[in-house]
């Protein structure tokens, strides 16, 4: 199981409903982060996902305010904790530029090191279980979305199939789970024999901001779930295309085409805040469709457990 927490889900400035953009995956013990803005580390205290232990990397999707502005004060919420870990932070072209200002920035002298990488479409962060790809976005600016993917795990072990050949449960199950042949009243019994065939992992794919492209519509085929810009309502299609962005209409339709199992909008326009109803007004009917709001929770199950 897979948890994702929606930390910021506006747009452009802070409203007193949203926050801005800042996306937490919880996975297997760890925290990975995309964007941070600013507040963040407050947006983490209140969801009480914890500030320091777990979350080891950060990914930002570009150098607008309300996709970074939040690292200085994550960072010196993490040094008054009492961090010691690495930490490393990647993102687009001007990552090492801007990490070199935020380091010299007052009189904090952090405990711990910061490591960046700036990544270009393509490029690939290993981690343990798991890789993080960039890929490049349509936006005004030097762009990155990223895509989660688990590694395959191993087929349902079959029960059945094992006490048919005249197993029984206990250590040699484990072998053959391991991928060890074993040998029973001199027959080979081979994994293949009891094991299916492997499944594959949760996709998780984070746009930040961006015009619909076929980058993001490739990035984004059979996503488990795909988190896509949401800006603005399907009215504000030619000012979504002015400053590089995407109404709510034309992310479902690129997410839909694309086979994605779950969509979720965020960075919504401040816009908004008095009046909902035209965001709201595009999704209705579709039950594979989210609008997400500050805090929300959405846990993603393995895809044979859809």
């Given amino acids: 199981m897979l948890e994702?927490?929606?930390?910021?889900?506006?747009?452009?400035?802070p409203t007193t409903e949203k926050n801005t953009a800042a996306v937490m995956v919880r996975y297997d013990g760890?925290?990975?982060?995309?964007?941070?803005?600013?507040?963040?580390?407050?947006?983490?205290?209140?969801a009480k996902t914890g500030v320091n232990r777990?979350?080891?990397?950060?990914f930002i999707s570009h150098f607008h305010a309300d996709h970074f502005i939040g690292l200085p004060g994550l960072f010196q919420t993490m040094n008054f904790n009492g961090r010691e870990e690495d930490l490393f932070v990647y993102g687009p072209k001007h990552t090492k530029k801007f990490l070199a200002v935020?380091?010299?920035?007052g009189y904090c002298r952090f405990n711990f090191n910061i490591i960046y990488q700036e990544l270009m479409d393509g490029d690939?962060?290993?981690?343990?279980?798991?890789?993080?790809?960039?890929?490049?976005?349509?936006?005004?600016?030097?762009?990155?979305?990223?895509?989660?993917?688990e590694e395959d795990r191993p087929g349902r072990f079959n029960t059945d199939a094992a006490i048919s050949l005249g197993l029984k449960p206990g250590p040699l199950y484990s072998k053959l789970v391991s991928g060890e042949a074993i040998?029973?009243?001199?027959?080979?019994?081979?994994?293949?024999?009891?094991?299916?065939?492997?499944?594959?992992?949760?996709?998780?794919?984070?746009?930040?901001?961006?015009?619909?492209?076929?980058?993001?519509?490739?990035a984004?085929?059979?996503?488990?779930?795909?988190?896509?810009d949401g800006t603005f309502d399907g009215s504000l299609k030619d000012w979504a295309d002015q400053t590089?962005?995407?109404?709510?209409?034309?992310?479902?339709?690129?997410?839909?085409?694309?086979?994605?199992?779950?969509?979720?909008?965020?960075?919504?326009?401040?816009?908004?805040?008095?009046?909902?109803?035209?965001?709201?007004?595009?999704?209705r009917g579709l039950n594979n469709v989210v609008i997400a709001e500050d805090f929300l929770r959405l846990d993603v199950p393995y895809r044979d457990s859809f």
Wanted: net charge positive; aromatic share 6%; with cysteine.
């Fill in 244 to 283: 590089r962005h995407s109404t709510i209409k034309e992310s479902i339709e690129l997410g839909l085409k694309a086979g994605v199992k779950k969509i979720v909008l965020t960075h919504t326009s401040p816009r908004y805040s008095a009046n909902k109803e035209p965001l709201y007004s595009d999704i």
């Fill in 102 to 105: 935020v380091k010299n920035m």
């Fill in 124 to 149: 690939c962060i290993e981690g343990d279980g798991y890789s993080i790809t960039a890929f490049d976005t349509d936006h005004n600016v030097p762009s990155l979305g990223y895509i989660f993917q």
């Fill in 54 to 58: 777990g979350l080891n990397q950060i």
């Fill in 183 to 218: 040998e029973v009243d001199g027959r080979i019994i081979l994994p293949t024999m009891v094991i299916g065939p492997p499944r594959r992992g949760i996709k998780i794919v984070y746009s930040g901001d961006t015009r619909p492209c076929e980058k993001l519509f490739n």
């Fill in 4 to 13: 994702i927490i929606f930390l910021g889900t506006g747009g452009s400035v």
């Fill in 30 to 46: 760890r925290k990975i982060l995309f964007d941070c803005g600013e507040g963040t580390q407050k947006q983490m205290m209140i």
């Fill in 220 to 228: 984004v085929k059979n996503a488990d779930v795909a988190i896509l």
